[in-house]
């Protein structure tokens, strides 16, 4: 799949048949180590979620921040890493490690999608980002960016990519100052 379709076709995805095999999930976490990082300082390191003890933990603490808007809206996706795989994205404590991270998730999402695979971050905080971290094994010094799962979209492969309403292209650029249109 070419770049531009894969960022054309690229869904947050809140449904999954299936786990990726091992192959295209280290295809889609090598293409997050070619990301964009400062000072090349490659803070990453990558673990892989599959221990059914482990994945039932970290989803449950994820359900709990979650349900603090409602258990309903909440357990849809705590059940997302049961037919997916989990890939938590950590980093080093350091300048401009969290953006990498983010650059590293980005590059992933798109390789997921050329894979023919769904994605959908899930954000840990607070108490429940100290919990997961702990569950994980993580040092003091480091930390989860993103837990990216990663799946066999439900309904795959699609006739039609939905359309999603965007704002008019280049509304949002402007030129020297805000306000100024480019």
């Not at 003890?53 to 849809?76: M, T």
């Amino acid at each position: 799949m070419e770049l531009y379709e894969a960022m054309d076709k690229r869904r947050t995805i809140r449904g999954f048949m299936k786990a990726p095999g091992d192959e295209a999930l280290r295809k889609i976490i090598m293409a997050g180590t070619k990301c964009m990082n400062a000072g090349n300082r490659q803070p990453w390191e990558f673990i892989i979620i599959d221990d059914p003890e482990l994945v039932d933990k970290v989803s449950e603490e994820k359900f709990k921040l979650n349900a603090v808007g409602g258990e309903a809206l909440a357990r849809p996706q705590k059940t997302l890493y049961q037919k997916a795989r989990a890939v938590a994205l950590c980093y080093k404590d350091g300048p401009g490690h969290l953006w990498t991270m983010w650059a590293c998730a980005q590059n992933m999402a798109l390789a997921a999608t050329a894979e023919g695979l769904g994605v959908v971050p899930s954000t840990f905080w607070d108490e429940g980002l100290k919990k997961a971290e702990k569950l994980l094994g993580l040092p003091p010094d480091y930390h989860i960016a993103v837990v990216l799962v990663i799946g066999v979209q439900k309904g795959y492969p699609r006739v039609e990519t939905p359309q999603i309403k965007r704002r008019p292209e280049y509304s949002w650029l402007h030129r020297n100052k805000f306000g100024t249109p480019a």
